[in-house]
């Protein structure tokens, strides 16, 4: 059975920074490109970064210069270091396929104030 939990999430000072980690279970981690994404209240879902297997990432222009995706196989795990922090980051972030096809975890909620 497949399983995506996230966790790293939580209040934050703006400037400030947080490390999220997502572990996958139940499918082939290390051939899939991963991504996170995340969902701020009354807004859709949006894509922030992504990573191949390989290791080759992509940004939003959003977060460019301040996020950073990483990924291990070996734990299967895929991680997103979040520097510079504004309060528009607030959101519940995610983690997925970049493709969105797995059932998606809880989350884990990133507040970040002023």
């Known amino acids: 059975q497949v399983q995506l939990v996230e966790s790293g999430g939580g209040l934050v000072q703006a400037g400030g920074s947080l490390r999220l980690s997502c572990a996958a279970s139940?499918?082939?981690?290390?051939?899939?490109?991963m991504g996170w994404y995340r969902q701020a209240p009354g807004k859709q879902r949006e894509l922030v970064a992504d990573?191949?297997?390989?290791?080759?990432?992509n940004y939003a222009d959003f977060v460019k210069g301040r996020f950073t995706i990483s990924r291990d196989n070996a734990k299967n795990t895929v991680y997103l270091q979040m520097n510079s922090l504004k309060p528009e980051d607030t959101a519940v972030y995610y983690c997925?396929?970049?493709?969105?096809?797995?059932?998606w975890g809880q989350g884990t909620q990133v507040t970040v104030s002023s």
């Open positions: 997925n396929t970049i493709l969105g096809s797995l059932p």
């Open positions: 139940g499918m082939l981690f290390s051939i899939n490109r």
């Open positions: 990573i191949t297997s390989g290791g080759r990432t």
